[in-house]
């Protein structure tokens, strides 16, 4: 499973690209609002210059043809970029019509198999079902992306699953057993992972005993 930052944070993208374990990066208008960015445009150009892979901005204009529109010109800011399309019933549409023309399409605010199935069905590239925003509604998120995996995963479909709405590293290890093709997780997230007391514990002695060798 890969993993994608989940953020608009061009600081915490480079230290997770320089890291070597980030290979794409995910936004949506409230991350890019957290960061006080009003040029999103010029914010992903820039994100897509530091990391190796698919970077997706979303579509805010409202109606199908505005999202369309929109969907395409996003396309078009740079050969990494996926536009995120919601799963709603214009979403579908705009989807479809998106992944017609070659676009790559990441459908977000997945809450439910059949919506994952749909997006699926009208082409597109990223499915992102959102795990925690249904722990927080006592709805097993972690199931969500099993489904989604025993649905998705046969040949007929492209479409790969993103496990979204990441809260901690159990989610993480949860969707790669599960069968996720990505996990896009906030960057404490990614912290969090690094970390393990016996490693510290471990590195600590090691190097106390070094020293005492070396004389150094
Ligand atoms: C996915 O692409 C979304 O940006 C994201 O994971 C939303 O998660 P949240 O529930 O933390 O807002």
Redesign the pocket.
């Known amino acids: 499973m890969r993993l994608?930052l989940?953020t608009a944070n061009i600081d915490l993208i480079k230290q997770g690209v320089a890291w070597g374990v980030v290979s794409g990066v995910?936004?949506?208008p409230?991350?890019v609002a957290q960061e006080g960015i009003s040029d999103y445009e010029s914010v992903i150009k820039k994100i897509c210059e530091i990391v190796p892979g698919e970077v997706?901005a979303?579509v805010t204009a409202e109606g199908k043809d505005n999202m369309f529109e929109q969907g395409l010109a996003i396309s078009k800011w740079h050969p990494n970029v996926v536009v995120?399309v919601p799963c709603t019933v214009d979403g579908y549409e705009v989807a479809a019509h998106l992944a017609k023309e070659g676009v790559k399409v990441?459908m977000?605010?997945c809450f439910s198999p059949n919506q994952a199935l749909l997006a699926a069905l009208a082409g597109a590239y990223f499915v992102?079902p959102?795990?925690?925003?249904l722990d927080?509604i006592s709805t097993d998120g972690i199931a969500l992306i099993e489904d989604i995996v025993d649905i998705l995963h046969i040949p007929e479909f492209n479409t790969q699953i993103?496990s979204?709405?990441?809260?901690h590293p159990m989610h993480v290890l949860q969707s790669a057993k599960a069968g996720a093709d990505v996990a896009?997780?906030?960057f404490k997230v990614l912290q969090q992972m690094m970390k393990h007391p016996l490693t510290d514990a471990g590195q600590t002695k090691f190097m106390e005993d070094w020293h005492k060798v070396s004389g150094k």
């Open positions: 994608f989940d995910t936004t949506n409230t991350l997706s979303e995120k990441n977000t605010l992102s959102f795990v925690g925003r927080d993103i979204a709405s990441i809260r896009t997780v906030p």
